[in-house]
């Protein structure tokens, strides 16, 4: 979806680097979310937020921190990377007002750490 | 804690026949479950939604069905085509409706043969 960019789109690091990455959304949306995705656990829930002033950990928070810095945009760091955080990792958005809890997507971010 | 079981993990059909993926969840205040498909190297994109109060939606070759009593929903493609190979996610809301939050299953691969 073009209205949820995410940058870089593959980015390979190595073990104890410090990695963001970034969110943006057109969409208008107060709710943003990172995700990451493993092969056979589906998507799971690091880090979300309502509003600029509302950070909320989710399932799998440990390792990660985010920043909200604009309604439009939300990053996720690494502050040490390691291995098992090799993964895909998306950014999505959804719309309070409209009382959906429909979630739009990015296109992803495929980081390998070595 | 809250969770979606998925199955099967991968599927494969010949086209033109029917796809079927089913999803069992464990919160009882669950009241909004989407569908979405992961096509190679992007994100997941919603396909059909279906709230609580409906126990069956259609669009087009696609239908989600609803179980509320058994905790368990399923999606259903008839007349599958190549185009509909992709990796399909269904999710349910956590804690019942507007929370923003969304829990996955673990994904099912379906591969239409030509």
Not at chain 1, 8 to 24: A, D, F, H, V, Y
Not at chain 1, 88 to 103: E, H, I, K, N, V
Not at chain 2, 25 to 47: C, H, M, R, T, V
Not at chain 2, 91 to 104: D, E, P, Q, R
Request: hydrophobic share 30%.
């Amino acid at each position: 979806d073009a209205d949820v960019t995410q940058t870089p789109r593959n980015r390979i690091t190595k073990t104890g680097k410090r990695i963001m990455l970034e969110c943006s959304q057109t969409k208008g949306h107060d709710r943003m979310y990172w995700y990451r995705q493993d092969p056979g656990l589906g998507l799971r829930l690091i880090y979300y937020s309502f509003d600029v002033k509302d950070i909320n950990k989710g399932e799998i928070s440990d390792g990660y921190s985010v920043s909200r810095q604009a309604q439009a945009k939300f990053s996720l760091s690494l502050e040490s990377a390691i291995p098992n955080q090799t993964a895909l990792y998306f950014c999505a958005t959804s719309d309070l007002p409209s009382g959906r809890d429909t979630q739009y997507f990015g296109p992803g971010t495929r980081l390998t750490v070595l | 804690g809250e969770n979606v079981e998925q199955h099967p993990s991968t599927l494969s059909v010949q086209e033109g026949d029917s796809a079927v993926i089913k999803c069992t969840y464990s919160d009882s205040a669950s009241n909004y479950f989407p569908w979405y498909k992961q096509e190679l190297g992007k994100g997941p994109q919603l396909i059909i939604d279906i709230r609580s109060n409906v126990g069956e939606k259609k669009d087009q070759r696609i239908a989600v069905t609803l179980n509320k009593t058994a905790k368990h929903f399923s999606l259903h493609i008839t007349e599958t085509q190549p185009e509909d190979s992709a990796v399909y996610f269904c999710a349910a809301s956590i804690k019942g409706g507007n929370t923003g939050k969304l829990i996955f299953g673990q994904g099912t691969t379906l591969q239409v043969k030509p």
